[in-house]
């Protein structure tokens, strides 16, 4: 069974801090990995694909990926309110699978 | 970007009735759709998988007599949840995929069924 892991949370992080979400897989083999938010009573949105070793950044969000330890993270940075939503992590194999989300606080 | 369209976004009816969901790929092609339910603060629960001019493919659990997906074009699938009871109501959510071996999922809006 390939799994995908996340923290529940929640995670509470200081306004104009760095937020820090991490992901674990169990197939060595994935190549194609997402980043996901979701608000409250709201669908899932796109926030980030990442796909080769390495850091990923676009404006205040960065995914890193680390296949050998079979690792993804997302790093948001200069935290705001409007960040406070569920972070999902998902990596794709045949199918995308979804880990079940990080809450993630911001505090004014 | 990849947009999905998804339509109702509200539904509110008695116990007994049928409800359809359509959700439409406006500018890419889904071979291949998704239909996930998800209640309150709960996590993602896929459904099932539907391809283009096939059978859906359905999770364990779920009831394929109950949930009638149809998948008639390369950018439209439709869920039916027949005779819905308030058992049934929570937030449906369909996805899609561009062609493409490493693209990612594009969601709808979603529709929340409350069955009275």
């Known amino acids: 069974q390939k799994e995908v892991e996340q923290n529940s949370g929640p995670l509470s992080v200081p306004e104009g801090a760095i937020a820090s979400l991490n992901c674990t897989y169990s197939?060595?083999?994935?190549?194609?990995f997402f980043w996901y938010r979701q608000y409250s009573g709201k669908s899932p949105e796109l926030i980030m694909s990442?796909?080769?070793?390495g850091d990923k950044e676009d404006g205040r969000f960065t995914a890193q990926l680390n296949k050998a330890s079979q690792y993804v993270s997302l790093l948001i940075r200069d935290s705001q309110p409007s960040d406070s939503a569920t972070y999902l992590c998902?990596?794709?194999?045949?199918?995308?699978?979804f880990g079940k989300g990080t809450r993630l606080h911001i505090l004014p | 970007g990849a947009v999905v369209s998804q339509h109702p976004s509200r539904v509110i009816c008695k116990s007994g009735t049928s409800v359809k969901i359509e959700c439409r790929s406006l500018?890419?092609?889904?071979?291949?759709m998704f239909w996930y339910r998800q209640f309150p603060k709960q996590s993602l629960m896929l459904m099932a998988t539907?391809?283009?001019?096939?059978?859906?493919?359905?999770e364990q659990g779920v009831e394929k007599d109950k949930f009638l997906i149809n998948h008639a074009s390369l950018t439209l699938s439709t869920l039916t949840v027949t005779s819905a009871h308030p058992e049934d109501s929570s937030f449906y959510i369909c996805?899609?995929?561009?062609?493409?071996?490493?693209?990612?999922?594009?969601f709808g809006d979603g529709t929340r069924l409350s069955i009275l």
């Open positions: 998902a990596v794709l194999d045949d199918k995308i699978i």
């Open positions: 500018d890419f092609q889904a071979t291949t």
């Open positions: 990442i796909y080769s070793n």
């Open positions: 996805s899609a995929r561009d062609f493409g071996s490493n693209q990612p999922q594009h």
């Open positions: 539907s391809n283009e001019g096939s059978k859906a493919t359905y």
């Open positions: 197939d060595r083999g994935s190549q194609s």
